[in-house]
């Protein structure tokens, strides 16, 4: 037996959703229905699947939480492989876009809405062009996990880096590297993290800074999604961490070059703790209804 479920298509730089509207949480969705709709063969095709539901609608800690603190609306997003995630910044950006053509809120640029995700409360600012996402606080994890990928000869030590989600950000030595890589299978992780991790590798611009604006390119593989061609919190990361790496005097503001385009992202100084932002575009490609199984 099928049942028709409307949808939206959307992506940030490549990094592409199956956007769903559930306003009051009445049809939710069996892990193999989400992994259905990302599936690039037999469904729809995404890097992840984002629900847009009330906040007050879910019956789980994080969209309770994002309801007390004010945030009407709670994206909540899976990975391609139906399971649950805590946040995406690119997803954050292209759900924005997608609020705002379905009139569930209005938003001037300039003006920034609170979203509700698993990672906490998130504020989306609408700019021209696109958002930029407020990530929170980041916290540079320690210890020193190797890292190894089909087309490096040898295991590389890694720099965990958390922005609401996990991440292991790898320094490469060139583009050629950096371009060599098979990221068909997931990269293997000594130790393995307890949770995943999304695991980028980087290779710095010549020169790393060009006009007060630090230069990198990534690639990325998702845990439960593979390779993708753009990560909204690993471009976070990945800025992040090659900021660690050259030390004092670093730049704030970084231009963070993904196979699927560009993206911004801005270390915010704060009394508590710095914050990160990211900024990019974000478009809706096309709309229709499927006809979704009951797996």
């Known amino acids: 037996m099928t049942s028709a479920l409307r949808f939206t298509k959307g992506h940030g730089t490549g990094n592409d959703f199956v956007l769903l509207v559930d306003a009051d949480g009445e049809r939710p969705l069996s892990r193999a229905q989400l992994a259905y709709l990302a599936d690039r063969r037999f469904g729809i095709g995404g890097d992840g699947v984002i629900r847009a539901v009330r906040s007050a609608a879910l019956d789980e800690p994080a969209a309770r939480a994002a309801s007390e603190a004010g945030a009407e609306w709670f994206m909540d997003y899976v990975n391609a492989d139906g399971s649950p995630a805590e946040m995406c910044g690119n997803g954050m950006r292209v759900y924005l876009e997608h609020l705002l053509a379905e009139g569930l809120i209005e938003l001037a640029v300039g003006e920034t809405a609170a979203i509700g995700t698993r990672g906490g409360v998130r504020q989306v600012r ?16 320690d210890g020193e996990p190797t890292v190894q990928a089909l087309g490096l000869q040898v295991a590389r030590p890694g720099q965990p880096i958390d922005v609401g989600n996990p991440h292991i950000v790898v320094a490469l030595a060139s583009d050629l590297e950096l371009d060599g890589l098979d990221l068909h299978q997931a990269p293997l992780v000594d130790p393995a993290p307890v949770d995943g991790a999304n695991i980028e590798f980087v290779v710095p611009a010549d020169p790393l800074v060009l006009d007060g604006v630090g230069r990198i390119r990534m690639r990325v ?46 270390v915010i100084p704060d009394e508590a703790g710095d914050r990160v932002e990211l900024s990019g575009p974000a478009e809706l490609v096309y709309s229709g209804e499927i006809a979704l199984p009951e797996l």
């Open 126 to 141: 609408r700019e021209a062009g696109g958002s930029a996402v407020d990530l929170g606080r980041w916290v540079a994890v």
């Open 221 to 266: 593989h998702e845990r439960g999604s593979g390779e993708t061609l753009s990560c909204g919190t690993g471009a976070a990361a990945a800025a992040l961490a090659t900021r660690l790496w050259a030390g004092a005097g670093a730049p704030d503001a970084w231009q963070v070059e993904v196979p699927g385009g560009t993206v911004g992202v801005r």
